[in-house]
């Protein structure tokens, strides 16, 4: 006896597909997935379903394209004191501006802008 045939909706075969239904409907319409439609209802067969997820399978090294390039690899010895851009790792406060306080590019200042004559504060700004 032949093997009854599960039937699943679009928006059971969406979810098992982790997809939107438009996404699902283009699969279909590309001739992707194949689907059935009675009447006004669109219905899938699970096994076609599982047989797409199957043929959707990553194989390994297939995506190598999507991540940089593996750097040689560097001799024991040779850069270990040295950041990514070249310089010593163990340069104390140097690069990191005057008051070496640890954010590069700002030097312990402020940005510059108007202060208010007379403040204490370095803080208060002049309101334009």
């Known amino acids: 006896m032949a093997e009854r045939v599960q039937w699943i909706s679009t928006k059971e075969a969406s979810l098992r597909l982790g997809v ?35 043929s959707c399978r990553i194989t390994p090294g297939d995506l190598e394209h999507l991540y940089p390039p593996r750097r040689p690899d560097v001799p024991e010895g040779d850069d270990e004191d040295e950041d990514l851009d070249g310089t010593s790792a163990d340069n104390g406060a140097a690069g990191n501006g005057a008051a070496g306080n640890g954010r590069p590019g700002h030097g312990g200042r402020r940005p510059a802008g108007p202060v208010a004559e007379g403040s204490d504060d370095e803080h208060d700004e002049v309101e334009a």
């Open 20 to 54: 939107t239904l438009r996404s699902l409907y283009r699969f279909i319409d590309e001739g992707e997935l194949a689907a059935y439609k009675f009447g006004r209802v669109i219905r899938l067969k699970e096994e076609d379903v599982d047989r797409y997820i199957d």
